[in-house]
């Protein structure tokens, strides 16, 4: 029987990919429907566009879901907690604040269960994923105020001690679209003067400037990108920020952020995919930060494309990613 490819890679970028991900993506990957060519009904949320090819999840002491206020105080949304199976260290445990990716329309607190309960788990941290709420139905600027309020709260000596977790020492992270959450809640966090400096900051594949065109900075991987390509990547950044005009504020766009809170980021360790439509902006943010005197660490995993998290469980890199994250929080906490 014949199946339809949708998603056909660019014959330029085929040598220059892991042969690992050309396996998966010639085998599962080129015969998903784009999001982006569907009118949207939700199914992207409960139809996962990417086949699964994550690691298994790891036992860890506990998991459970807490409520957090929203910044107006009218509803709450959920963050899951995983917690070590370890004897708690007498303050308590690290605290390691994760977004999940997805465009800021799909994903959610089941979405990197494999790869939170491997940080829980390895790190010896409580990992508390933020499952902020969603576009189009949740706009801008609504991810980013539950990402910020979550931060605050979990960094506060009250949400700290609701969890067992040292507020001493907390570190936020995320990939894609939550990276660009953790980016921008921790720059808030600093503008408002409150709370301990954080540890550290982790982004994988991250997104961090919406001004960015396949014209401009997404030139060098545009026409070849697998999956995550410019007309999907619009797709996600207009149903999350329909007004143009919210594109270039810094709490979209947190490269456009001011140099004296630039300065303040905590250690930031970043990774980005070499084919990755983003790896451009992702690259650039590293050595923006750089220039700011933070202590950065850049990692370009070669061959690789957006979708290297969610492919953990069947690529070598991917899995390597996920340790060499997991190394760096556990050294920066």
Sequence with gaps: MSRQVYQPL???????LDPQYIAFHDAHMQYVQTDDSKVWDGSARTQPSLPPGTLDTVPVGSIKDIDVATLDGAAAFPVRVFTPSSTPPESGWPIFVWCHGGGWAIGGIES?????????????????????????????????????????????PEGAQKIGGDVSRIAVGGTSAGANLSIVAALRRLEAGG????????LIVPVVDNTATAETVWK??????????????????????????????????????????????????????????????????????????????????????????????????GRKLVEDAITAIRESI
Excluded at 137 to 142: K, L, Q, T, Y
Excluded at 195 to 202: D, R, S
Excluded at 257 to 266: F, I, N, S, V, W
Excluded at 271 to 279: P, R
Aim: proline residues 8%; hydrophobic residues 40%.
């Design 10 to 16: 660019h014959a330029d970028v085929r040598p220059l």
């Design 112 to 156: 990197e269960n494999d790869f939170c309960t491997r940080v829980c788990r390895d790190a010896n941290v409580i990992v508390c994923s933020v499952g902020y709420r969603l576009a189009p139905e949740d706009r801008f600027p609504a991810a980013v105020d539950d990402a910020y309020m979550a931060l605050k709260y979990l960094s506060s």
């Design 195 to 202: 709370g301990v400096p954080l540890k550290c900051c982790v």
């Design 220 to 317: 060098p991987n545009a026409v070849t990108a697998p999956w995550l390509t410019p007309s999907r990547m619009l797709w996600y950044r207009r149903m999350y920020m329909p007004d143009e005009k919210d594109w270039a504020q810094w709490h979209a766009s947190p490269n456009l952020a001011p140099a004296e809170l630039l300065k303040q980021m905590p250690p930031t360790w970043m990774a980005v995919s070499e084919q990755d439509l983003l790896a451009p902006e992702g690259i650039a943010f590293a050595e923006q930060l750089k220039g700011q005197g933070v202590s950065t660490q850049l990692q370009v995993v070669k061959g690789c494309t957006h979708s290297i998290l969610a492919l953990d469980g069947v690529m070598d890199k």
